[in-house]
């Protein structure tokens, strides 16, 4: 099992960009698919993307689709979320989730897939 620690949320305003960070620990990143969600106030869990083990599948929310970017590093045992263009309504805790992938293609777009969760980092988005 990995731990995950997300950082790179602050606050920003309207049309900036920020990029958080994932860091997993453990040698089996690679053996991972992970994911990006969000939650707002008053919100649900929303996905936001997901990249398979080897980074070939890279699913967005509709969302994001076109302002966010996810990618891996598996050497650095780290996922990215590159957000830009961002709006009030992307104000939310983001979370970092993995799940142990048999298949190097797969991705995963449903919250309770995952196996392990980060604990959260806070992204507001000034008008």
């Known amino acids: 099992q990995v731990l995950l620690v997300e950082s790179g949320g602050g606050l920003v305003q309207a049309g900036g960009s920020l990029r958080l960070s994932c860091a997993a620990s453990?040698?089996?990143?690679?053996?991972?698919?992970m994911g990006w969600f969000r939650q707002g106030p008053g919100k649900e869990r929303e996905f936001v993307a997901a990249?398979?083990?080897?980074?070939?599948?890279?699913p967005y929310g509709d969302s994001v689709q076109g302002r966010f970017t996810i990618s891996r590093d598996n050497a650095k045992n780290t996922v990215y979320l590159q957000m830009v263009s961002l709006k009030p309504e992307d104000t939310a805790v983001y979370y970092c989730?993995?799940?142990?992938?048999?298949?190097?293609?797969?991705?995963?777009?449903?919250?309770?897939?995952?196996?392990?969760w980060g604990q959260g980092t806070q992204v507001t988005v000034s008008s």
């Open positions: 453990g040698r089996t990143f690679s053996s991972y698919a």
């Open positions: 989730a993995a799940k142990w992938a048999d298949r190097g293609y797969t991705s995963y777009v449903r919250a309770f897939e995952y196996d392990t």
């Open positions: 990249i398979s083990r080897g980074g070939g599948s890279t």
